[in-house]
């Protein structure tokens, strides 16, 4: 049974910066790639990095472009999302999420990963 479990989050001020990890046990497949997404409060649920299984491919909502790294380790099964200049707009749920089918270009398309986390709050005040 796949888990994915995220840590990392807070609360920041604007400008700032945050590092979630997400820990994945129990999957099976040679080809596990991972993503972050984020879900405000009313909105639907939008993906933000992405990352493939070798780390060397990775992709990013506009929105963070710039702002966010996205990296794993895979000798720790873990993906890291580094959030730096923080605005009030990335306050989010944010989610890990992974799936064993590789996809080429990379997606940030929510129907297309498999296994979700719990999430793990961030909220950026002014």
């Known amino acids: 049974q796949v888990q994915l479990v995220e840590s990392g989050g807070g609360s920041v001020q604007t400008g700032g910066s945050l590092r979630l990890s997400c820990a994945a046990s129990g999957y099976t497949c040679s080809w596990f790639y991972m993503s972050w997404f984020r879900q405000a409060p009313g909105k639907e649920r939008e993906g933000v990095a992405v990352?493939?299984?070798?780390?060397?491919?990775?992709d990013y909502a506009d929105s963070v472009k710039g702002r966010f790294i996205i990296s794993r380790d895979n000798t720790k099964n873990t993906v890291y999302l580094q959030m730096n200049s923080l605005k009030p707009e990335d306050s989010a749920m944010y989610y890990c999420a992974a799936d064993c089918t590789p996809r080429w270009p990379l997606s940030l398309k929510l129907f297309d990963y498999s296994y979700w986390g719990q999430g793990t709050q961030v909220t950026v005040s002014s």
């Open positions: 990352i493939s299984y070798g780390g060397y491919s990775t």
